[in-house]
């Protein structure tokens, strides 16, 4: 079986790797290789006075990208990356790439964002790019094992509804057989349904979808959300939770990502505890006195307004007590100022990450506000039943994936955090 490039070292004396062509030097009267897999890169180094003429055939038809297989001699050596190098005794063109690439893997000449996604397959071979992806396997996992941890039921919602989450049409609509239906902005209705079925806690990593015609770095119409519902707590209850879950993902990675964060050349500083909390109306203040285009009480934040907050913060953050008017009709207003609601955003400098609050869980109050959002509580009627047999007290929040990721990397596009993105102009591949 060949070796991973990462396990070969000078002691191996003698080893076997296949991987990709990255690149091909030739020097006259030697020539050079670097293989690259998942693991890292190898230096192959062919004398052309030493080999036999069979590795000299297969050496002039290989080109970069393609899949060889080597088997060779190691050899340690100061200037050869990982400061090792195989001298080949077999070398096997697997698979030949076409010249030209559609892009340079090596990054030697930089590629633009639509034709990196034009040929993902070939860009994603990138280490840079294979490191971004490699830490949010991990941000998913130790997020996921941390709610398990915290007695969280991981559910399953439909993606294929009959009614919008919060209204409004921000909704793709698909065709459905007879029925009318459309892509699920989001699994409120159902977790919170979960709820009233008595699991207590529960959570959900899946996608979501918004007809939102954005076309900005940091909007896709298809994201990753992970999602949290828990049972007799308040909105406080799940910001400390939420709080607590980014701090445990920060330090899984910086703990276990060493090699992917050096790759992309980043320094994780662990977020500290606790996160300000800044209400709402203070927000504004702190945003109107830098932003050119002052807002009004009752506007939501815009992207100056948030860059303007992060830049006097500094940190995560949340912004709470949210008017009850601009958010979605599940958000429960304070009793004794129903104009404001027990509502927050999760706040990196850079941008809103997460939304949530303490929902309301009694029927009447759900259906009055429903009406006050101009829809029609007949249209919720399977959400609204569950309200009518005993539904507890309970609190949540959404948190977008490619947004921790893209933040937590410093990356400039959010297409970077996610394999095949979906935005307003993009469908393929």
């Known amino acids: 079986m060949h070796l991973p490039i990462r396990a070969v070292t000078p002691e191996t ?19 050079f290789f670097l293989i ?24 002039r038809n290989v080109s970069r990208e393609s899949v060889v297989r080597v088997q060779g001699t190691v050899k340690a050596i100061e200037k050869a990356p990982g400061g090792r ?63 398990a941890s915290r007695g969280c039921i991981n559910i399953a919602t439909p993606k294929i509804v009959a009614a919008a989450t919060e209204g409004g049409t921000e909704l793709f609509p698909i065709a459905y057989f007879e029925k009318e239906a459309f892509m699920n902005q989001s699994p409120q209705l159902y977790k919170q349904m979960m709820m009233a079925a008595g699991f207590e806690a529960v959570f959900e990593l899946g996608p979501i979808f918004r007809a939102e015609e ?35 993902v920060y330090d899984y990675v910086a ?35 830098t ?21 006097t913060v500094g940190q ?20 004794d100022r129903p104009e404001f609601c027990k509502a927050f955003d999760l706040m990196h400098p850079r941008m809103e990450l997460s939304s949530g609050a303490q929902r309301i869980h009694d029927h009447d109050l759900l259906v009055e506000r429903i009406g006050a959002k101009g829809l029609s509580p007949e249209s919720f009627e399977f959400y609204l039943k569950p309200f009518r047999y005993g539904m507890p007290p309970h609190s ?17 596009n959010i297409r970077e955090a996610v394999l095949f993105p979906r935005d307003r102009h993009r469908l393929t591949p």
């Open 85 to 147: 190098e195989i001298v080949p005794e077999e070398l096997e063109l697997i698979s030949t790439a076409e010249s030209p690439l559609p892009l340079d893997v090596a990054e030697k000449v930089p590629a633009e964002m639509d034709t990196r996604l034009d040929s993902r397959f070939l860009d994603a071979r990138k280490p840079r790019v294979r490191a971004i992806f490699c830490i949010r396997s991990a941000v998913t996992c130790a997020a996921t094992a941390f709610l």
């Open 396 to 412: 949540g929040w959404g948190l977008g994936i490619e947004r921790l990721v893209m933040t937590m990397l410093d990356l400039p």
């Open 214 to 248: 954005h076309n900005t770095v940091r909007h896709l119409n298809e994201a990753t959300s992970l999602d949290v519902e828990v049972s007799f707590a308040d909105h406080n209850d799940v910001m400390e939770l939420l709080e607590d879950l980014i701090v445990h």
């Open 255 to 289: 703990k276990n990502c060493a090699d992917a964060l050096e790759e992309l050349g980043v320094e994780l500083a662990v977020p500290a505890k606790p996160f300000p909390r800044i209400p709402y109306a203070e927000a504004i203040e702190i945003a109107n006195r």
């Open 36 to 59: 690259r897999d998942r693991t890292g890169i190898i230096q192959v180094t062919i004398p052309k006075k030493k080999v036999p003429a069979e590795i000299l055939d297969v050496a």
């Open 13 to 31: 004396e003698s080893a076997e790797i296949i991987g990709w062509v990255h690149e091909v030097r030739d020097l006259g009267g030697l020539a």
């Open 316 to 335: 995560h953050y949340f912004v709470v007590d949210w008017p009850t008017d601009i958010r979605p009709y599940y958000a429960m207003p304070y009793p």
């Open 291 to 311: 932003v050119e285009e002052r807002l009004a009480f009752g506007d939501d934040l815009s992207p100056a307004a948030e860059r303007a907050l992060g830049d």
